[in-house]
């Protein structure tokens, strides 16, 4: 199919940290204008916002399905991605950029940074008179965006988490010691609760798990570990990376400050927590000196949740694929602008269906786990399995004697 001169053109990109599902909503973009043909070019801008400026595009549009399909199917941004965060100087050369390729919409697809990237650019389009259309498309593996059920790439990295502590503890069980693993989460622990989701029985790892919703109170968190020890033998433990303590400081942050080194921040002023092993290490540390412990180890799982290749939720496939078509379904529908939002209709059977939201009710704003589910400080309870279970998709059997 051949572009149409005639017709406005339209902008896709990706932003914030990759996910296993996030070329779905790009391809659900791209299908949806090629149906409604009103476009006349699809361009994917090159590593998000900065490709825009740099005038860097990938011509969408006469991309075969078959190839489509398979980028779908494939984790990581194929676009590229960027957490530039533009001011109101790097809006103006966006609309230079969408001027001279006559672009009339943008479908940026991210969390809840990119979201308040999209509000900016749509409000000061607005300021300069310049006609765009520009919604966001959910996505975040930490599942935090306000007015969401869930966001996609969330489905699939808690199948990730989920099966790699099933893992961790069938080898915890046969040498047994003390394990922590590390899971992303900033302020919301919805990614480090899912770890439960691989329990067969009370037996079962982890057996404590530690997420931003309350303090974390590292005389408790020994006494915890000294309990679980003691009566099995073993403890394995999930611990999210943006933990603190009671006046709201980072365990991670406080670490490297007490050690003299410099905290890392992106453009949004957010402190990098996932590049570095200094949590596990500090409290693995911490165990062996306080509690006597011989076989302590941590891990962090930092990036490898996010685009792991070959465990991809289904449903999380699916309605990842569904938010890009119906964002573009919503701008002809005549909505200018918005948010795509994921609504939960049924438990059983698990329906979702869409709805369209304010930029400002998303942009920058954070949606935590309801601390009802934080069982003692230090667990979570069963009933969040409801939740979690059909979003994950079914996980692998196993037996043990």
Do not use: W
């Not at 051949?2 to 914030?16: R, T, W």
């Not at 990581?76 to 969408?98: M, W």
């Not at 915890?172 to 609760?193: D, E, Q, S, Y």
């Not at 770890?195 to 974390?216: N, T």
Request: hydrophobic share 35%; glycine share 10%; charged share 25%.
């Amino acid at each position: 199919m051949s572009a149409k001169s005639d017709l406005p053109n339209a902008v896709v990109a990706q932003s914030g940290g990759p996910s296993a599902v996030i070329n779905q909503s790009m391809v659900g973009v791209v299908e949806r204008l090629r149906e409604s043909g009103t476009v006349g070019r699809i361009l994917g801008a090159r590593h998000a916002v900065r490709g825009i400026i740099n005038n860097d595009f990938i011509e969408l549009q006469e991309v075969a399905q078959d190839k489509l399909d398979r980028i779908a199917q494939t984790p990581s941004s194929a676009l590229g991605t960027s957490r530039d965060k533009p001011d109101r100087n790097y809006c103006e050369k966006i609309f230079k950029v969408f001027e001279q390729n006559n672009v009339r919409s943008f479908y940026y697809i991210g969390g809840n940074d990119s979201s308040d990237t999209c509000r900016i650019i749509n409000e000061l389009a607005r300021e300069a008179g310049y006609d765009l259309g520009a919604y966001h498309v959910p996505k975040t593996i930490d599942n935090d965006l306000a007015e969401n059920d869930h966001t996609p790439g969330f489905g699939s990295a808690a199948k990730f988490v989920a099966q790699a502590f099933m893992g961790d503890n069938l080898d915890n069980a046969a040498l047994p010691g003390i394990k922590i693993n590390i899971v992303m989460g900033r302020h919301a622990g919805f990614l480090t609760a899912a770890s439960m989701l691989g329990r067969r029985s009370e037996a079962d790892g982890p057996h404590l798990i530690y997420v931003p919703e309350v303090a974390f109170d590292v005389e408790q968190f020994l006494a915890n570990v000294d309990r679980i020890t003691g009566k099995r033998g073993r403890c394995l433990i999930a611990v999210s990376e943006g933990v603190h303590d009671a006046d709201g400081t980072p365990i991670a942050v406080k670490l490297a400050e007490q050690s003299g080194g410099e905290v890392e921040r992106d453009a949004h002023g957010n402190v990098q927590l996932s590049g570095s092993g200094v949590l596990g290490d500090f409290l693995s540390k911490l165990i062996r000196e306080k509690l006597g412990a011989k076989r302590v180890r941590a891990d962090t799982f930092g990036y490898l949740q996010r685009s792991f290749v070959g465990c991809t939720s289904a449903s999380d496939a699916q309605e990842a694929r569904d938010v890009g078509r119906e964002a573009v379904k919503m701008a002809l529908e005549g909505h200018r602008d918005g948010s795509v939002a994921i609504v939960r209709k049924s438990d059983n059977p698990y329906t979702v269906t869409y709805k369209r939201v304010e930029l400002s009710d998303v942009a920058a704003k954070t949606r935590t786990l309801d601390t009802k589910y934080v069982v003692d400080g230090c667990d979570i309870d069963s009933r969040l399995r409801t939740y979690l279970a059909p979003l994950a998709g079914e996980l692998p059997v196993i037996e043990t004697f």
